[in-house]
């Protein structure tokens, strides 16, 4: 971030620097046409086939001095210009880094079953997108032979969603009610948000007559026991139907954010009932990347500069500790609390008959003659009696 932050200042430098040149150009350029044309009237009043005046001569004379002078200045900064933008290519070189070879494992797409997990998961981020073009064009080149059944979910997620993009909500409502039961055992709301929405347009536009309304909201009554509160926020909008929503104590509840909220539930539950992540693996990926790759080429660099380069040899566990944030943090985590470090494959949590859990190198250090003793209580027992723990 701080790298994307030096490279736009020097940005704005040069927006800053052009728009200042424009302007004075495009002035200067003013000035000097109404002076030759304050000339030319001046020189037509005189008389044809008379001499030029003394003063006249003198006018001239200090008018072409002053374009001289003018048109360098102006070349002058045309180049301080060029030097400032030449500055924005030295602060992007400074910056970003072009070659990630050296922090990356090359072998990692050597398997044919790599690459076919990779192509498969760019075809569906362009699912997700609705390209349905170019994802049958991979599918073709790839070999990946996805089924159409498989593609379909996808489309009919893109077209609801365009659709409440443009406020209009009846592509969601009968998506809704083809997956009603198994909306309801994810305890979603969308159905509700859905019929909010619906209900609030009715209420704004005041299109239909108070009775038709009155009836309209008596089919929340199934909603009551989980939307009270929203409920009594929606009924209390009513009173104010006849001067509009609008200039009532309740616009907030015609905030276009409504409609922004209900694209990103119903993006949650539909990918929820297809067994998906809400974002697109491919876009997870490249964010996490991004984030990751600063402070690996920072330790690539020092370990060259230091001449420790091979102590990077596993591929498989990084040098230095990578915080991506919350956002990326999907696995419970375990640390051991007798050597301090995360569980592993290989090193798994155990779990002792009484109940603490400490990690598998733990327990063989703390092992003695086929007995070992809880680091935390009294308890003794046999290594074996020992379980993995699976988080």
């Given amino acids: 971030m701080d790298s994307c932050m030096s490279v736009q200042r020097e940005v704005e430098k040069v927006l800053t620097k052009f ?12 000035d000097f046409i109404s002076s030759i044309e304050s000339l030319r009237k001046e020189l037509a009043e005189g008389p044809a086939d008379g001499p030029v005046q003394m003063t006249q001569s ?4 200090q008018a072409l001095h002053r374009v001289q002078e003018a048109t360098g200045r102006m070349g ?45 998961i760019v075809c569906e981020h362009f699912l997700r997108q609705g390209k349905l073009d ?19 979910p996808f489309l009919e997620i893109h077209r609801i969603l365009e659709a409440l993009k443009r406020k209009n909500l009846q592509p969601a409502l009968s998506w809704v009610a083809a997956n009603r039961d198994r909306l309801l055992e994810m305890n979603s709301s969308l159905e509700f948000k859905l019929q909010q ?23 929340f009554a199934r909603f009551a026991h989980k939307h009270t509160r929203e409920l009594q926020v929606l009924m209390g909008s009513l009173l104010y139907m006849p001067q509009g929503l609008q200039n ?8 276009p954010i409504y409609w922004d909220e209900i694209c990103d539930v119903f993006t949650r539950d539909a990918c929820a009932l297809m067994g998906m992540s809400v974002e697109s693996p491919l876009s997870v990926s490249i964010r996490a990347g991004c984030k ?3 402070p690996l080429l920072n330790i690539r660099q020092v370990m060259q500069q230091r001449q420790v380069a091979g102590v990077w040899t596993n591929k498989d566990e990084l040098p230095v500790e ?70």
Wanted: aromatic share 6%.
């Fill in 248 to 255: 009532s104590p309740y616009a907030f509840l015609l905030d």
């Fill in 322 to 391: 990578i915080d991506l944030g919350s956002e990326h943090r999907y696995h419970s985590i375990f640390a051991c609390p007798i050597l301090r470090q995360q569980s592993t494959e290989h090193n798994p949590p155990v779990r002792l008959i009484c109940g603490h859990v400490i990690s598998r190198d733990a327990l063989h250090k703390l092992s003695s003659a086929n007995k070992v003793k809880c680091p935390y209580c009294p308890v003794e027992q046999n290594p074996e009696e020992a379980k993995i723990v699976t988080f």
């Fill in 134 to 152: 170019i994802a049958e064009t991979l599918n073709e080149e790839a070999g990946l032979n996805l089924d159409p059944t498989q593609m379909e």
């Fill in 58 to 61: 003198s006018v001239l004379n």
């Fill in 197 to 219: 929405l619906q209900f609030l347009e009715m209420v704004s536009s005041n299109a239909h007559d108070p009775a038709f309304i009155i009836q309209q909201a008596r089919q």
């Fill in 292 to 294: 990751a790759l600063p």
């Fill in 76 to 120: 002058q900064e045309h180049k301080d210009l060029h030097s400032t933008v030449s500055k924005v290519g030295k602060t992007i070189d400074r910056n970003f880094v072009a070659e990630f070879s050296a922090v990356f494992t090359e072998s990692a797409f050597e398997k044919e079953d790599c690459r076919e997990l990779l192509n498969e």
């Fill in 19 to 30: 728009s200042k040149l424009k302007d004075h150009s495009v002035d200067t350029i003013d």
